[in-house]
């Protein structure tokens, strides 16, 4: 196939030669992830801060954002006839599956051979991976490991194979798995007994229900931007002052990531603005463990700032600033390097 899904916050896949509205929309998805780093940088940044509980509050769409986008293009590329007569699709997506779910493993085991876990109360290092096995791959959440956004993704993609299958014997069945597996974690969530991977997965199956919007919808987006903003201001408003419900997470993440796309469709991707995002969304994976490796080496050697104080400015900057600059300057190596490009490919694409 032409179109083939890269795992997670990578790179948006690309046909060969794109008409002009295809390329706007795919570039307007990729700025849309570029957003979503800067909102991240924003996010972890609170989370290393000493008081962790701000980034869920300012940003409480951003866990949810890329496991639906990452379900988009699972039925945007895949639920398509053609996909059919590929007979590779379905071991791509384990291959990309099980890479990402190998990623994850390494660099926690990382994590826990240059510092201690503060949720254990038992062994530390690789111990604690094998002892917290079923917190750490089956619960998730940020409490029992590093780079849990990782997982749910993982498991999306190790599903994705099924979801095309089904999708071929009766479309009504993936939406129908998904809203029921919405309203379970709904339901389950006020009482605790929801896991976080659970969860995010439901939010990746409703991305893929998405995936279904008609073109025209997305070309319109674009045009009425400021309608997708309002709406998403609103919904905001709303919920924290009269209406609250079971669904709030999945409904600001869905209206967010509504609201950023419409305004990057609208933006010139050329401009310099533009650009950047272009390559921030383009390295989003990378970005993303970056940031927070360089969160915690903070965190632990410096330690954690107060929140709004000139130093986690100063901080949160430093760490957007250094995202861009690593992102520019492996866009530059890759088209400069056929080795740099096929390592970043065999690790990440």
Request: hydrophobic letters at 55%.
């Amino acid at each position: 196939m032409a179109e083939q899904v890269k795992t997670l916050l990578v790179e948006v896949p690309r046909p060969h030669g794109p008409r002009p509205s295809s390329r706007t929309r795919i570039e307007a998805l990729d700025m849309t992830k570029g957003v979503l780093v800067v909102a991240m940088v924003i996010y972890h940044s609170f989370n290393y801060s000493t008081d962790y509980t701000l980034g869920f509050k300012y940003l409480p769409f951003l866990p949810p954002s890329f496991i639906l986008i990452t379900g988009f293009l699972i039925s945007r590329l895949y639920f398509k006839p053609e996909a059919a007569r590929d007979p590779g699709v379905d071991g791509r997506l384990l291959l990309r599956g099980f890479r990402l779910l190998f990623l994850f493993t390494f660099l926690n085991v990382l994590t826990q051979l240059v510092g201690r876990q503060k949720f254990a109360t038992g062994p530390q290092g690789i111990g604690y991976l094998a002892d917290y096995w079923f917190e750490i791959y089956g619960i998730g959440g940020g409490q029992f490991a590093a780079f849990s956004i990782l997982l749910p993704i993982a498991y999306l993609l190790l599903l994705a194979p099924l979801l095309i299958l089904l999708n071929r014997w009766n479309r009504i069945l993936v939406p129908l798995a998904a809203v029921s597996l919405a309203i379970f974690c709904a339901i389950t969530s006020p009482q605790g007994e929801t896991s976080a991977n659970l969860a995010l997965l439901s939010a990746g199956l409703i991305g893929v229900i998405l995936g279904g919007v008609p073109v025209s919808v997305l070309v319109a987006m674009g045009r009425y931007w400021y309608v997708a903003v309002a709406v998403y201001v609103g919904y905001v408003a709303l919920s924290h002052l009269v209406w609250q419900n079971p669904f709030d997470q999945l409904l600001n993440a869905f209206l967010a990531l509504a609201a950023i796309f419409s305004v990057c469709s609208a933006i010139n991707s050329n401009s310099p603005f533009g650009r950047r995002l272009l390559v921030l969304g383009k390295y989003s994976l990378l970005a993303y463990i970056l940031q927070i490796a360089v969160l915690q080496v903070l965190a632990r050697f410096v330690g954690r700032v107060e929140p709004f104080t000139a130093p986690f400015f100063l901080q949160m900057l430093g760490v957007l600033l250094l995202m861009i600059i690593i992102a520019e300057s492996l866009g530059w190596a890759r088209r400069k390097s056929t080795r740099v490009d096929a390592s970043y490919r065999a690790i990440f694409a």
